[in-house]
């Protein structure tokens, strides 16, 4: 079974909102701090936010002002809402560790940004 497993992409217009998740074992959402990724075609991976173990985010520069990583300790998710979305945020979306070995990726979730 794969440790991260990532969902809540779709297509959307220019200025759309979406709310990806990432579901986590208990023991990584306890333990780590979390990142979410995203990789575009033909560029290299990057990182979008991450939030550490005490709620502490950061921002790719990017994406500061829209979207929001957050912890959701009930379903033991990572979460990203992603609000106001250009053609540009348009890639395959990850999850994982922040720091430190990465886990194996997950399949990931696909957010397109097109009118």
């Known amino acids: 079974q794969a440790p991260l497993g990532e969902s809540g992409g779709g297509l959307v217009p220019p200025g759309g909102s979406l709310r990806l998740s990432c579901q986590v074992d208990?023991?990584?959402?306890?333990?780590?701090?979390m990142g979410w990724y995203r990789q575009a075609p033909g560029q290299q991976r990057e990182l979008v936010a991450f939030i550490t173990t005490s709620g502490s985010t950061n921002y790719a520069d990017s994406v500061k002002g829209r979207f929001t990583i957050s912890r959701e300790y009930v379903k033991k998710a990572i979460d990203l809402q992603m609000n106001s979305l250009k053609p540009e945020d348009t890639a395959v979306y990850y999850c994982?560790?922040?720091?430190?070995?990465?886990?194996?990726w997950g399949r990931g979730t696909q957010v397109t940004v097109s009118s």
């Open positions: 994982n560790k922040w720091g430190g070995a990465y886990l194996p």
């Open positions: 208990r023991v990584i959402f306890g333990s780590y701090s």
